[in-house]
């Protein structure tokens, strides 16, 4: 079957067209076409995502995105006649609140006809409303234009499958695996004992880790997203051994729950540099210790959650599993000798942050659940869908 997959959960607009041979998990994946416009630029001015802006970036990129994927993937496509009135009419009203989106879709789909997609996937949560909605809807309308099936995916979810992905093919995950999931809104364990069984085991209590990161790289006047920043310089703050700057707490190691919490950490790197200029030096030693004390605490519950559930693989998923750091200190459990049967799943660094591969993989999962154009439309963005 050929998925189409639609992803604007926070400041990626991105669109992949993939075709799965086989039924979810075994089946082989083609990429046939992958596109993604990444707000970052447009954000950075603002030092953070702001939810109305990303909600019409998506809205002015979203349709290029489609034209991009589907050109990539060179589908035939079938000239169908122009749509009804009554379809016309169904368009405008369905994107009402993405302003303009409606007659473009309509002329591309009467130059270029309907492709051969047999179901769409897209995010309906979690992440910024506005930006969700904008996926939301553009998959109701193109389910109408094509009568095609619509699967509302967790993002999180697609983390998860993102980072036992090859290229082609899902890893035989064993079970019980554990998902410490680590983004910019989210930082979750989850324990899986099965396909679609998602028992969330701990998470945070305030900020997320990418929330931490990005926060600290403000305050230390670094430019958004702050997780590569800080990481660049705590690389160069270890090869050169810097002195460490400030010491800084490794907060709930020791709550013997699952559950994590960053926003006094933060608050310490906040009264760490309050009324000081710190050198280049202190800078990057101060991130080596902000990116210490996270890791810290990450492995230390992942650890005991691992003990705890008695787990035969853990997957990191999310976008701070870009950090070399926390891939480091995560693939080291694989060769930990108290842990002989863990295998051990990060995400290539393409799909670390958020893409729509993973969208279309999760999908994939939930093909069974998959809606009619008619029962999607009643479907919600979510920005508090959970696991
Ligand atoms: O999953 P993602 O792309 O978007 C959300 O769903 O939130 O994650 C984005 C987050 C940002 O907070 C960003 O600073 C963080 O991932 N991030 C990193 C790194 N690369 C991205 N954090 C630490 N180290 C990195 N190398
Ligand atoms: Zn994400």
Redesign the pocket.
């Known amino acids: 079957m050929i998925i189409l997959s639609i992803e604007t959960?926070?400041d990626e607009t991105a669109i992949s067209v993939v075709e799965a041979v086989g039924d979810f998990p075994q089946a082989t994946y083609e990429i046939l076409g992958n596109s993604l416009f990444s707000q970052i630029d447009i954000h950075r001015e603002y030092g953070g995502v702001f939810p109305a802006l990303a909600k019409r970036e998506h809205i002015a990129t979203i349709l290029p995105m489609l034209e991009r994927a589907l050109a990539e993937a060179t589908l035939p496509h079938d000239y169908t006649p122009d749509p009804s009135p009554e379809v016309v009419a169904n368009i405008n009203d369905i994107l009402k609140r993405e302003n303009g989106l409606a007659p473009l879709l309509l002329e591309y789909h009467t130059t270029v006809g309907k492709p051969p997609i047999d179901m769409i996937a897209v995010t309906s949560g979690p992440?910024l409303e506005p930006a969700l909605w904008v996926g939301v809807n553009f998959a109701k309308a193109l389910s109408t234009l094509w009568q095609v099936p619509v699967v509302p995916v967790d993002?999180m979810a697609g983390?998860i499958v993102a980072s036992i992905f090859d290229g082609h093919h899902l890893a035989p995950l064993s079970f019980p695996a554990l998902a410490l999931l680590v983004?910019?809104?989210?930082t979750e364990l989850i324990l899986m004992r099965d396909w679609r069984q998602y028992d969330k085991i701990g998470q945070t209590r305030d900020d997320a880790v990418?929330?931490a990161?990005?926060k600290v790289a403000r305050l230390l006047g670094l430019p958004y997203?702050?997780?590569?920043e800080?990481?660049k310089l705590a690389t160069i703050a270890r090869t050169n051994n810097f002195p460490p700057f400030a010491k800084l707490p490794a907060p709930m190691l020791h709550s013997g729950d699952f559950d994590f919490s960053f926003s006094g950490l933060k608050t310490a790197v906040r009264n760490a540099v309050t009324n000081k200029t710190l050198t280049t030096t202190e800078q990057a030693a101060l991130a080596r210790d902000f990116e210490d004390s996270v890791v810290t605490v990450l492995i230390h519950k992942l650890t005991k959650a691992i003990e705890t559930h008695q787990v035969n693989s853990v997957i990191l998923g999310?976008?701070?599993a870009?950090?070399?750091r926390l891939r480091d200190a995560v693939s080291a459990l694989g060769t930990n000798t108290a842990f002989p049967h863990l295998s051990i799943y990060l995400p290539a660094l393409n799909l670390s942050?958020?893409n729509s591969v993973m969208i279309a993989l999760a999908g994939h999962a939930e093909v069974a659940s998959a809606l009619s154009p008619e029962a999607f439309a009643a479907t919600r963005a979510d920005g508090n869908r959970s696991l």
Do not use: K, L, R, Y
């Open positions: 959960s926070c992440g993002h983390h983004s910019g809104g989210h990418g929330e990161f990005d997203p702050g997780g590569p800080i990481s999310g976008g701070v870009a950090n070399n942050t958020d």
